[in-house]
């Protein structure tokens, strides 16, 4: 049974194999456990990870530096895919409040870390890999790691010490906070679920559709376009129904006359302004009036037509149809000519049978093509990312050159790839199925690679080392930034405590608390709240950890 032996206690490919899926299948499993409804989820992994190194089942340095690093890559990366065509617009309306008091959350965490630094003398160190446990930042970890790797030539073991003590308190930390801004405010939820329904909920940008009859003579035979000229509002129109029951396909040359019934799609909040324009809102079942003309949506597939738009595409001039809509993640935007078009992008086309058939093959419609990993942008993406990390920033006042890293570089370089790749050409396509397995993945070797490596100190830490007193500052680093940001939310600007409960989880990247939250509360909304800041979240998360570490270690 000596093989045996060798292949759970020795070295080798083989062991290494086998311990990393050993650790990661057993973090998996108990993270499905759940106490009072919350669970650590997939951070088990980095405790299962702690434990098999404990007992002596440990891999090469070497071995684990790169799974470690390389999970690292895949994590943030797929973070950076997944949030990117939404980062930009996330800074406007009320997005920008989000974000501003997400910063004020970070920085007082990362105050609140030096000055417990100050009083205790705790090397800054172990403080940044509290601060990474106390906020559930698992990227924040890597940076600081790496930071201090690339500025010392070494490791310091107390970083994912302090990250793997200070954690569990701090999930259980953020779902506190939110709890008890619930009860200082003595919040009721049915009265916060009437607010949210009072409140412009942000759907006022997607596509609508309405029928209106022409009833202003200022545009009795003037055409389409003049018309957008004239309102000068984003609007499409998809049909005209003559007086006589006549429908035509609408185009930019059709003329308006005295009594035409239009179809038109624009978004909500300019309904009522082209509504006073073109003339009166009338019912109009437009599928019995003429059934020659059929809608249907087809799938941007086809690489070409990427980045292109809908004006080059000329689908109107070349096949007689008009495309009235077209849904992106979830959401119908008005298809106006100046719309940039991404694969992945479904199109409301309206037209003859024979001609909506004729555009499927142009745009693709190949469920099989969405399918396929592109993995062309994934790759160069994480060969630029790589690089930006790499390039040194020097700062007054700083000793050490700032890098981005290997968790702030393919972060930031996923947002812009994911967000301008079309404007290029480039497919940064990828089903959510196939982001959320490379993140899953990359995150399951990286928590797994850090408890392989930190277990063979931790339990002394805990129980000689004055690994108590970090639980007890993990805690603080947590909850004071939490609740100090939380009052000021609620009774300064007033938001809605669903909002306030995604800010607090978007601002601490915590994915339990954000599961929490919408358990609880029924709808969407610390969903929304939690997307919008999360982007600029990570990356300063990311940043600061590296700047404690080269301007204070």
């Known amino acids: 049974m000596t093989w045996l032996s060798e292949l759970f206690m020795g070295g080798g490919v083989a062991h290494s194999v086998l311990l990393f899926a ?45 799974m470690q690093e390389f999970g690292l890559i895949l994590f943030v990366y797929s973070v950076g895919l997944q949030v990117g065509p939404g980062f930009f617009s996330s800074f406007k309306k009320g997005g920008m409040r989000l974000n501003m008091l997400a910063t004020v959350i970070v920085l007082l965490g990362v105050t609140t870390t030096y000055v417990i630094h100050v009083v205790t003398g705790l090397p800054i160190t172990t403080m940044v890999g509290i601060l990474s446990g106390a906020v559930t930042n698992t990227p924040g970890l890597g940076a600081a790691q790496e930071a201090y790797s690339s500025m010392t030539g070494a490791s310091d073991p107390t970083i ?17 906070s939110i709890l008890l801004i619930r009860a200082v405010f003595r919040i009721k939820f049915d009265k916060e679920n009437e607010a949210l329904q009072r409140q412009d909920d942000g759907k006022d940008v997607e596509a609508q559709r309405f029928s209106l009859r022409v009833t202003n003579p200022a545009i009795f035979g003037k055409d389409v376009h003049e018309v957008t000229q004239l309102i000068n509002r984003k609007f499409v129109c998809s049909r005209v129904c003559h007086p006589d029951e006549e429908v035509e396909i609408s185009s930019a040359e059709t003329r308006l006359k005295e009594g035409d019934k239009v179809l038109v799609v ?13 003339g009166e809102r009338v019912e109009v079942e437009w599928e019995k009036l003429n059934t020659q003309f ?15 738009t809908l004006g080059e595409l000329r689908l109107r001039t070349i096949f007689g149809v008009n495309v009235t809509r077209v849904n992106r993640a979830g959401v119908d935007l008005v298809a106006n000519s100046h719309l940039q078009l991404q694969l992945g992008d479904r199109l409301t086309v309206v037209g003859p049978e024979s001609a909506v058939r004729n555009v499927i093959p142009v745009l693709g419609n190949s469920l099989r093509r969405l399918r396929e990993p592109n993995l062309i942008a994934i790759f160069l993406g994480i060969f630029l990312g790589v690089l930006l990390g790499s390039i040194p920033f ?33 497919v940064t396509y990828t089903t959510m199925s196939a982001n959320l397995m490379l993140r899953e993945v990359g995150i399951s070797l990286f928590l797994a690679s850090v408890g392989l490596g930190a277990g063979e100190g931790f339990v002394a830490t805990v129980v000689d080392g004055g690994g108590w007193a970090w639980i007890g500052y993990g805690f603080i680093i947590t909850t004071v930034p939490l609740i100090i940001v939380g009052i000021i939310a609620r009774w300064v600007y007033k938001l809605n405590y669903f909002t306030i409960m995604g800010l607090i989880a978007g601002s601490t990247t915590d994915p339990p608390a ?24 990570m990356f300063l998360r990311v940043l600061t950890a590296q700047l404690l570490i080269l301007c204070f270690a």
């Open 160 to 176: 994912p010490l302090g990250y793997a003590v200070a954690y569990p308190l701090g999930v259980l930390g953020i779902i506190g």
């Open 394 to 426: 020097a700062f007054p006042g700083i000793p050490q050159p700032v890098k981005l890293g290997l968790a702030g570089g393919p972060l930031i370089v996923a947002i812009l790839i994911s967000r301008f790749g079309p404007h290029f050409g480039l």
């Open 22 to 66: 050993i650790v990661i299948a057993a973090g998996i499993l108990l993270g499905k456990v759940k106490v009072a409804g919350i669970s650590l989820g997939i951070t088990w992994i980095l405790f299962v990870g702690i434990i098999c190194s404990h007992f002596g089942m440990r891999v090469d340095g070497g071995i684990l530096h790169f």
């Open 294 to 308: 059929i809608s249907r949506r087809i799938s941007i597939t086809k690489s070409e037509v990427n980045g292109k």
């Open 514 to 537: 954000l599961a929490y939250s919408n358990e609880v509360v029924g709808n969407d909304a610390p969903a929304v709240s939690y997307a919008t800041v999360y982007p600029l979240t």
């Open 266 to 278: 624009a978004a909500l909040k300019d309904i009522d302004a082209i509504t006073a324009f073109i």
